[in-house]
T-cell receptor, first 114, second 115 residues
C-alpha cells in the first residue's frame, strides 16, 4: 500500500522558476527520501532526511520535514528543462524481520518548459 | 563501479505462462529489494533479502510470486501462471544496509507485459 501522497500530482513551470512538491505520510518513520524517475524506469536517489532533522540542502534541492504534521517538501530552485521527471517521496520505517523497505507515494510529475 | 542491472529490460508473455526476472545488485551490497510499479503509481515493496535469505516477503501479492538469491548476490523473481494484472515495471534495488539509513540504488527495471 502507498504510505505517502505527493501534492500536486502534476506541476508545470518555466525554466528558471522554483518548483515545490509536498509529501504527506501516515506512520512513524526512520527517514524520508526523495527520488527522481525519468520515463517510468529507474529511480535516482536525490536526498535523505532523517526523522530528527528538519531541513537539508543538496545543491539546488532543499528538503524540509515536519514529523508533527507527517509532511515533507522538496524545493528545486532555478529549475532546468533537465529536471523534467516524476518525483517520489519514500518513507523508511523498520518493518520487522530486519526489513527497511521504502514506502513510496504516487509521485509528482514535473514539467519544466524551456 | 557498475550499478544495479536487470534483465530483460522488457518481457512480453501470454497469460498463464511462467516468467523469470533477474537482478544483479551492486557488488558487495548485502541487502536486495524487489518492488513493483504499476502505471501512474509509485513503486510497491515485494520482498527483501539480507544475504541469501528472504527476510521479509510480506509484499508478495500471492503464492504465484517467488524470489530467490541463492548465493547472496544475483536474485531472480519468478512469477507462475502470469495474469494480465501482473503487468508492471519490476524494480530491483540494493544497498549496503547499515541500520536502515543506507541509500537504496535502483536498477532500470523490467517492464513486464502479460497479454
Amino acid at each position: 500500500s502507498q504510505q505517502g501522497e505527493e501534492d500536486p500530482q502534476a506541476l508545470s513551470i518555466q525554466e528558471g522558476e522554483n518548483a515545490t512538491m509536498n509529501c504527506s505520510y501516515k506512520t512513524s518513520i526512520n527517514n524520508l527520501q526523495w527520488y527522481r524517475q525519468n520515463s517510468g524506469r529507474g529511480l535516482v536517489h536525490l536526498i535523505l532526511i532523517r526523522s530528527n532533522e528538519r531541513e537539508k540542502h543538496s545543491g539546488r534541492l532543499r528538503v524540509t520535514l515536519d514529523t508533527s504534521k507527517k509532511s515533507s517538501s522538496l524545493l528545486i530552485t532555478a529549475s532546468r528543462a533537465a529536471d523534467t521527471a516524476s518525483y517520489f517521496c519514500a518513507t523508511r520505517a523498520y518493518s520487522g524481520a530486519g526489513s527497511y523497505q521504502l514506502t513510496f507515494g504516487k509521485g509528482t510529475k514535473l514539467s519544466v518548459i524551456p | 563501479g557498475a550499478g544495479v542491472s536487470q534483465t530483460p529490460s522488457n518481457k512480453v508473455t501470454e497469460k498463464g505462462k511462467y516468467v523469470e526476472l533477474r537482478c544483479d545488485p551492486i557488488s558487495g551490497h548485502t541487502a536486495l529489494y524487489w518492488y513493483r510499479q504499476s502505471l501512474g503509481q509509485g513503486p510497491e515493496f515485494l520482498i527483501y533479502f539480507q544475504g541469501t535469505g528472504a527476510a521479509d516477503d510480506s509484499g508478495l501479492p500471492n503464492d504465484r510470486f517467488f524470489a530467490v538469491r541463492p548465493e547472496g548476490s544475483v536474485s531472480t523473481l519468478k512469477i507462475q501462471r502470469t495474469e494480465r494484472g501482473d503487468s508492471a515495471v519490476y524494480l530491483c534495488a540494493s544497498s549496503r544496509e547499515r541500520g536502515g539509513v543506507d541509500t537504496q540504488y535502483f536498477g532500470p527495471g523490467t517492464r513486464l507485459t502479460v497479454l
